[in-house]
């Protein structure tokens, strides 16, 4: 769990957590006669979250159907994840003064229950008509790679857009949903935006991993090569190369030789990649504490940060911040893509990201909860096998490429 957040599971380990808070608070508190009023497991429940939040914007809980927009945007400041990094559009429609049609999309179940369950407890009566995503037209090709020089994304598909993100040639795609001659992808670093679909070549499964496998060569400066320019920064699939020239890969198929002093391959982190999971491995059985980052007691973020630090990578302190951090790797929906050292990010049940860890490799992770730091699996044949925080991953990150 990250720092600054109680995840809001119910069951054993929620009596275990409580356990161990009360242990904590009577070492360091009740020895010296203090009260310590401890929370109870229902406080941290999502409906009891959920109603907090309703009564910030209405005391009386008495919905009010002409501000359901206001409603809708303030849950989304609230409880939804930062909508340039998590897709969340909705429309709602009013009906009979308290029936509610919800229009749109948002990108996590969980988002969408606590929203649906959030304008319950403000009095509305609420049919969620909001689309899964990625959407089911896009078929087995929900997978992109850049094909343009580079390509604006825009916060919307028509009318007017305002750019949010430039995209690459080369660049790996997410694809979530078409609409009006533009695909709503999250970028390489996880970004979101509209990008026109002709920029895009549309690949399944199979071909974004043949795309993205093997060396890469990252472009120095803008090379013109025929009509085509690939602006610095470009990624590129390596193909071949001397000290004169490389030859690299366009996503179409075509290969193109570029100058060797132009180009540079993407450094070797398996070196680094191996101390930051050392050091993690160093508190694995450390109890949890809130807000901890030593041997004394950690939390999920603070064991990704101090781990990451070991490679000199200064990561943010909670989970939600570091998510902004590096490519993303793995949603949901793929995780083919997961490589060790990889960051993952989990959902709490109301939909928000709260836990973060660390991949190691052949579907075990590692990360610190409740009692202690531990390593746990995505394998549901997996002895230390976690269906429930298996359910509730939502993305991976790649802090050092």
């Known amino acids: 769990m990250g720092r600054g957040y109680v995840d809001t599971r119910k069951g054993t380990w929620m009596i275990r957590y409580l356990l161990v808070?009360?242990?904590?608070?009577?070492?360091?508190y009740v020895a010296l006669g203090d009260d310590i009023d401890l929370p109870t497991a229902e406080e941290f429940s999502v409906p009891k979250v959920?109603?907090?939040?309703?009564?910030?914007?209405?005391?009386e809980l008495a919905g009010k159907p002409e501000r359901l927009p206001h409603y809708v945007d303030f849950f989304r400041s609230e409880l939804g994840n930062d909508s340039r990094l998590c897709a969340f559009h909705v429309t709602p429609k009013v009906f009979d003064g308290d029936r509610v049609e919800l229009h749109g999309y948002t990108e996590f179940p969980e988002t969408r229950a606590a929203l649906v369950k959030f304008l319950k407890v403000l009095g509305f009566q609420v049919d969620d008509y909001m689309e899964p995503l990625p959407a089911a037209g896009l078929g087995a090709e929900i997978f992109g790679l850049v094909k343009?020089?580079?390509s604006i994304c825009f916060d919307q598909p028509n009318g007017r857009q305002?750019?949010?993100?430039d995209c690459l040639i080369g660049e790996p795609l997410y694809l979530l949903r078409e609409e009006k001659g533009h695909l709503l992808v999250h970028?390489?670093?996880?970004?979101?935006?509209?990008i026109r679909s002709k920029d895009v070549l549309r690949v399944d499964a199979a071909g974004f991993a043949e795309y993205l496998a093997g060396k890469r060569v990252r472009?120095?400066?803008?090379?013109?090569?025929?009509d085509l320019t690939i602006p610095a920064g470009a990624s590129l699939k390596w193909s071949t190369g001397d000290d004169q020239m490389v030859t690299v890969e366009l996503p179409t198929g075509k290969h193109v030789k570029l100058p060797a002093a132009s180009c540079e391959m993407h450094r070797d982190t398996a070196a680094d990649i191996e101390k930051i999971i050392a050091k993690g491995k160093l508190v694995l059985g450390t109890h949890y504490l809130w807000g901890g980052k030593t041997s004394d007691g950690i939390d999920c973020s603070g064991l990704v940060q101090s781990s990451y630090l070991a490679a000199g990578v200064h990561l943010p302190r909670d989970a939600y911040q570091q998510f902004y951090v590096g490519q993303l790797s793995a949603t949901r929906w793929h995780t083919a893509g997961l490589r060790r050292g990889d960051t993952l990010y989990f959902l709490g049940d109301d939909g928000k990201i709260r836990h973060t860890g660390i991949y190691l490799g052949d579907n075990h992770y590692m990360h610190a909860i409740i009692p202690v730091a531990r390593i746990n699996s995505f394998n549901p044949k997996d002895k230390d096998y976690d269906a429930k925080r298996h359910a509730s991953f939502a993305f991976a990150k790649r802090p050092v490429d």
């Open 50 to 59: 959920v109603e907090r939040l309703a009564r910030r914007i209405e005391p």
């Open 219 to 226: 472009i120095k400066s803008d090379q013109k090569v025929g």
């Open 148 to 150: 343009a020089p580079h």
């Open 162 to 165: 305002r750019p949010e993100n």
């Open 21 to 28: 808070l009360l242990l904590m608070f009577a070492t360091r």
């Open 187 to 194: 970028s390489g670093e996880g970004y979101l935006g509209y």
